[in-house]
């Protein structure tokens, strides 16, 4: 297999978010299927909305989840410098080669008289076109003014790899500034020259950029250079499946939801998932697998929804899939007051127990504070129960009481105490929606907890005994 180049090339304007990660990912899986190369290229020549942290934030996602580029602004290669900031005299080159051959002219409107023009085409009721407004003779471009590519307008028809045949007239092209009077290239020139000169042979990018593919097929040919293959992706679509994903539908960077106890092997096999499949019910994937499996074709032309519930559900099982040592190591930051002062041997213990409840590593202090003190009572969460609201206080109390006398003759074992919490449903004449909620309750006094027999067993039989009687004799 030839070797592919792909790049992620986002412009440091702010923070990203799952979506861009998303395309970086795919990109990163087709170079690296290949043997081939994933650069990563900043593309800020926007400095009106450059934000200087961005770019290590970028950086340092990129790198959270294990999408290791090749080559980029931290990581030298052959084709470097890896900001176009940095690139400028070669766009200079360039954009001299179009003057040089008369496919390039300076711009020598103000911006009030483009908006003139823009006027006039709406009152005529016609899209507007710079190219019916060339200037007759434009003055020497030195610099100080925009340069516009002179365009060639004509019908195109390219093969996209995910799209399929797509085509466009030349109503579609137009003349475009390549260089502004600050002397800083365009996305629409720059990425182009970039491209070439890093010898990249995939583009993925998104649907947005369809309506703009002829105006670039264009400058191709006025450059006289080769194109890319090009792979538009469907966007990650909202929850709800009516428009394209944005932070108002709760989207996070990478390093929010890490910082939040997702797993980054969960969060790749997630994005992975989203607008790809290999063709079967598979849902877990690791890194290299998709690596072995991915390919353009099984991308569809449609969006696929984001959903935070199948997330959720690919995070839990990560971590039941993490040994309790490794999971130790993942759990260092997300401890409670009381569990990060633990000795290691009993986080350890616990962390056996928990596991198979946590969905996000955040999850800990709740599934396991009370394992290390003695929880604060609190009935109401008797109360609220929809089951042991419908039980009286003086039933509770007895159901504790013959459960306290049971577990007081019990060998203390997952097992044994497993047949005593049996028999007691028996005893007690109860449910175990009843007498085993009851029970959970009242020695952990939390939301969640792990299976009972295994909690009871890592509190111990003297800890235990004492909270039942603790709740036994507490009276409202």
């Known amino acids: 297999m030839k070797q592919i180049r792909t790049r992620f090339a986002p412009s ?14 795919f990109d990163y899986l087709l170079a690296k299927q290949s043997g081939g190369q994933f650069i990563l290229r900043s593309e800020d020549t926007d400095r009106a909305r450059f934000v200087d942290a961005a770019e290590n934030h970028i950086m340092d996602s990129l790198k959270a989840l294990e999408i290791n580029y090749d080559e980029g602004p931290d990581k030298a290669g052959p084709y470097g410098p890896y900001r176009q900031s940095e690139r400028l005299k070669l766009y200079k080159v360039w954009a001299e080669k179009l003057v040089k051959s008369g496919r ?10 483009v908006q003139e023009f823009r006027k006039q085409a709406e009152n005529e009721q016609k899209p507007f076109l710079f190219r019916n407004h060339r200037p007759a003779k434009p003055p020497t471009w030195d610099g100080t003014q925009p340069l516009r590519f002179k365009s060639e307008p004509k019908k195109y028809t390219w093969q996209d790899a995910v799209m399929g045949q797509l085509s466009a007239g030349a109503e579609a092209i137009d003349d475009f500034i390549i260089m502004k009077s ?81 797993l980054p092997e969960a969060l790749v096999n ?83 127990v ?5 969905k996000t590593l955040k999850d ?11 929880p604060t009572l609190d009935l109401k969460m008797l109360e609220n129960d929809k089951q042991l609201k419908k039980i009286s206080r003086t039933e509770q109390v007895e159901m504790l009481e013959k459960t306290i ?26 449910k175990p929606m009843i007498l085993f909620s009851l029970i959970r309750y009242c020695l952990t006094w939390a939301a969640f907890s792990p299976a009972l027999p295994e909690t009871m067993a890592l509190l111990g039989k003297n800890q235990t005994i004492s909270r039942l009687k603790t709740a036994a004799s507490f009276r409202a």
Request: some cysteine.
């Open 12 to 25: 440091p304007t702010g923070f990203l978010h799952v979506g861009s990660i998303h395309t970086a990912l």
């Open 104 to 113: 390039a002219y300076a711009d020598p409107y103000t911006p009030e008289q």
């Open 182 to 262: 600050d002397g800083y290239p365009t996305y629409n020139f720059a990425h182009i020259v970039d491209d070439f000169e890093m010898k990249i042979t995939h583009v993925l990018r998104g649907q947005e950029f369809i309506a703009s593919t002829p105006n670039y097929l264009n400058l191709y040919e006025a450059l006289e250079i080769d194109r890319p293959i090009f792979a538009t992706m469907p966007p990650i679509l909202a929850p709800a499946g009516n428009r394209k994903l944005s932070k108002r539908d709760g989207a996070q960077d990478v390093l929010e939801y890490l910082r939040d106890g997702y």
């Open 270 to 352: 997630f994005l992975a998932k989203i607008g790809w499949n290999d063709g079967t019910e598979q849902e877990i994937y690791a890194m290299d697998e998709l690596i072995k499996k991915f390919s353009l074709e099984r991308i569809p032309r449609a969006g696929a929804r984001f959903d935070d519930k199948k997330l959720l559900w690919l995070n839990g099982q990560w971590i039941k899939k993490l040994s309790v040592a490794e999971l130790a190591k993942r759990c260092q930051d997300f401890w409670g007051e009381v569990g990060k002062e633990a000795k290691e041997a009993e986080q350890l213990e616990v962390l056996a």
């Open 354 to 358: 928990v596991q198979d409840r946590l």
């Open 364 to 374: 800990l202090p709740a599934l396991s504070e009370y394992f290390f003190a003695t």
């Open 405 to 430: 006398a049971k577990l007081e003759t019990t060998d203390w074992e997952i097992a044994k105490i497993q047949s005593s919490l049996n028999e007691l449903l028996e005893i007690t004449d109860s």
